[in-house]
């Protein structure tokens, strides 16, 4: 097995996890098959239970596991899956030292940070870089670790000495370690002290950077690449250039131009390596297809979810013109009589080509979202609705044409007169960490719904979807809920027209529903955001994107003959070496 360390120093945040994305992206180019893990310094168990505005999206694995937002770069960026074992927390590995000394594995000893803890750490890692994480199922040739805080902190001290004796025991050939810093501009000048003083941290940490990735808005002046070269005492082709850029999607590129992969190929003794044909022709497709998209960029704590609408506009080749709306500013009707936040809110909204309500928990702006999801419903506006924003959809649907206008979630009115949306009976009210319904779940298309938009969608899909047991359309996505559409209303909403397409397993939770006479009016319980890549966009988000900027038409058909000549290719490929 051989390594990449990536780490950061200076300040946190500098960019580390689409810096070791990247790399991974780059050795995937070459035909390798590569994995990661992800390190987080704090105390939590997991993400589920902190604030996305203070650390950032929880994102979810196929597993269940609530895990941080890197792990949805990772698994975007170099098309692979990831389980609970790839995010290693402080909490985690402290439990599970805690659990083993009190099973008596320890016994006699005092356990200690080293060398019990810091042996722990460089066990998992060993451990969790050996798993298939692609669709070749074979083992990784190649494990990126991301460490994740900055050097120096005294939370990373374990993971930074275990991460020196891993390095020594890989051996000479099979780990390299780069180090992102950051170039500040002062008074226009690009200094270089900050980097000077955390290579010296690393060093005497232990570690010693192969590489020196800068990060600094503009682009770093030779002098300076020189400056930091000769005063970190590495050769000037060890530093690495790395400046803004208008979307991450660049920063593979900006690296390759840097020649990483020549320095990887040149520490990693990659040549060595015996890369078959046809994963040698697959990794230059993909730099190829990589590089041709168009690519745009938002940032915001719904990450995934502006990742999934990136990818489709880039699929569909269109620029997207993304507007967040406060939806408590549309809780009024926007007239003269309104305030000015509501009446620029319902002025957005009513300009939109398309209307989207994601996941989230609580009350708040939830009558807006209601407003909203009713203008779209009427307008005919494209619509899509994610989590909450499906339950949204049914409580909209159930109050104006239902006539139940007493309609309403549990999660927002535990007295409601029609609770539409329930708790789910099987999930434990009291406790807040990993207790929802999470990971990956099934999803049925029902029979008569041929006319789907979704399922046709779906159908003509390389990954999500496959046949069910009676022969029908199956998909699996990623769920992270609490709350579901209660399936005592479901024949009266079906009734009036709202058809609930997609099911699970045994038809009692409403996973897809679906208006038949309309442009495009979907909702979604699962989160489809977690799934989507860069060369593979998320169906939901895909449909939604193309429907709102006229191209849906087109993009179904493309699908369908992209999905045909991937079959032939397939088949191609299992009767030649390419």
Known sequence: MKYVLVSGGVISGVGKGIIASSTGLLLKTRGLK?????????MNIDAGTMAPTEHGECFVLDDGSETDLDL?????????????DHNITTGKIYQHVIDRERKGDYLGKTVQIVPHLTDALQEWFMRVAKPPVDETKEQP????????????????APFV???RQLRRKAGTGNFLHIHVSMIPVINEEQKTKPTQQTIKDVRSAGL??????????????TSTIEKVAMFCQVDTPQVIAVHDVPSTYHVPMVLEKQGLITSLTKILSLDDLKVPSKLKLRGATTWEMWKSRKYTSFADSYISVI???EHSAMFCRRNLDLVMVDSSHLEEDGGQDSSIESQKAWDTLRKADGILVPGGFGTRGTEGMIAA???????RVPFLGVCLGMQIAVIEYARTVCKLSGASSREFDAQAVDPVIIFMPEIDSRSMGATMRLGMRPTHFQPGTEWSKMRRLYRNSLTAASKDSN???????????????NPVYVPKLASRGLTFVGKDDQEERMEILELKDHPWFVGVQFHPEYLSKVLEPSRPYLGFFAASAGCLKEVMEKLETGKRGAEKLSETLTEVDI
């Open 34 to 42: 590569v994995t990661m893990i992800k390190t987080d310094p704090y």
């Open 72 to 84: 949805g770069n990772y698994e975007r960026y170099l098309n692979i899956t990831l389980g609970r």
């Open 141 to 156: 040739e190649v494990c990126v670790i991301e460490l994740g805080g900055t050097v120096g902190a005294i939370e990373n």
């Open 161 to 163: 000495e275990a991460l």
């Open 208 to 221: 010693n950077p192969d590489l020196i990735a800068c990060r600094c808005k503009d682009r770093l002046m």
């Open 307 to 309: 990742k999934s609408l």
């Open 373 to 379: 999801t009713n203008w779209a419903r009427i307008n």
């Open 471 to 485: 022969d029908g359309l199956m998909i699996h996505e990623r769920h992270r809920h609490r709350y579901e559409v």
